[in-house]
């Protein structure tokens, strides 16, 4: 790619786990120099807990954190020292954006808080994504994806009636904040490009778990009306559903949203009589006979291969897809021929990465690997402080870069 859009940013990062190294990771795709802070005495666990190759075992290999951390540079660095404090400073006052997402409080009791940072360069943006605002009585409060969509209102929506909600089975919020985050700091950089002026942003995790509900607050919020769980069904179409195939745990999604999909349905399903009847020409009437459809459509899907299913359905008009697995993501790339690359890993392992979704200027952003543990801290100090070989070993003496 000849131009990346924020080639000449830098991006100071303190973010760890999931949901701010995303963020971050998205703004290395589009070109910023990414600078993630590390530290052995606080450890980033998502370098510990997660995917690892087979038989392999570092800090360097878990497949979470490559994933979320591609493009970025790594150094070291104690924050619980007045020196590591003190080369933070240093950093962030060559960095025009600074980015974590600790607790609102944790950067300012380090004194990198905004108004810190400020003082250092006026025009920084900084961008904190806690799991709650700094404001209210839950503003300290921790957590991690699976109590964010809990709290945000999702869970409770998930699963069928009258049984307990079994959520989403992924931590949904941890891969759709970053795209929150992303476009607010890259918006902050567009209005610092216009008037000169910096920015503090903060984007609160719960807060965009909220954001992923469909119309079920809105509906509270103007009707009083509650929600209840639905299971696959839909309150706007009929049959809508996740249907059994041949094969073990196989599934196909079908939806029908007019009479025209009601009579090509059944015309497939070899049951024109049923698409004839009078009282199932609207969703409402197909809804007061919804068991015995989707008995009818499970049926016919039972016996038959799930892909064909999605293309007969598909040909004729009628929303249908295949329930694809990872294997069908990785094997055999259902949906984007170049969705993920192959990467080299300096250990002598092969990893396959996502790219990002989506393509700029009619190519794929470039993706290249996650540091190594502190791979670039003495480039990085060399290069923005003038510290040299000498000095660098002093502060690994210090226990400061550790």
Known sequence: MNHQPLHGVRILDFCWMIAGPLATRILAGLGAEVIKVESSARMDAIREIGVQPPGMLTLDTNGVFNDCNAGKK??????????????AKRLAAQSD?????????RMDRWGLGYDDLRAL????????????????PHSAWRSVGNGIIAMGGLNALTGFPNRAPVGLGTLHSDFTTPYFAALQIMAALHDRARTGQGQFIELAQYESAVHLLDTELVDFL??????????NRSVEYCPNGVFRCAGDDRWVAITVRSAEEWHALCDVLGLPQLGARADL????????????????????????????????????GVPAAAVADVADLVEHQSGADDAFVQIAHPVGV?????HQPLTWDGERLPTVRAPLFGEDTAEVFQSLLGIDEDA?????AEGVVR
């Open 121 to 136: 360069r006026e025009d920084i943006i900084v961008a904190s994504l806690p799991v709650m605002g700094k404001e209210g």
């Open 281 to 316: 020409q609207a969703v409402e009437g197909r809804r007061a006979v919804e068991p015995e459809l989707e008995a009818l459509v499970e049926a016919w899907t039972s016996s038959r291969d799930r892909w064909h299913v999605a293309a007969t359905l598909q040909a004729r």
């Open 392 to 396: 660098l070993a002093d502060l690994v």
């Open 97 to 105: 954006v600074v980015t974590s997402n600790f607790t609102p409080d």
């Open 222 to 231: 103007v009707n009083d009306a509650e929600p209840r769980r639905a299971g």
């Open 350 to 354: 092969e990893m396959l990465v996502q």
């Open 74 to 87: 790594s150094i070291t660095l104690d924050l619980g020292t007045a020196a590591g404090i003190e080369i």
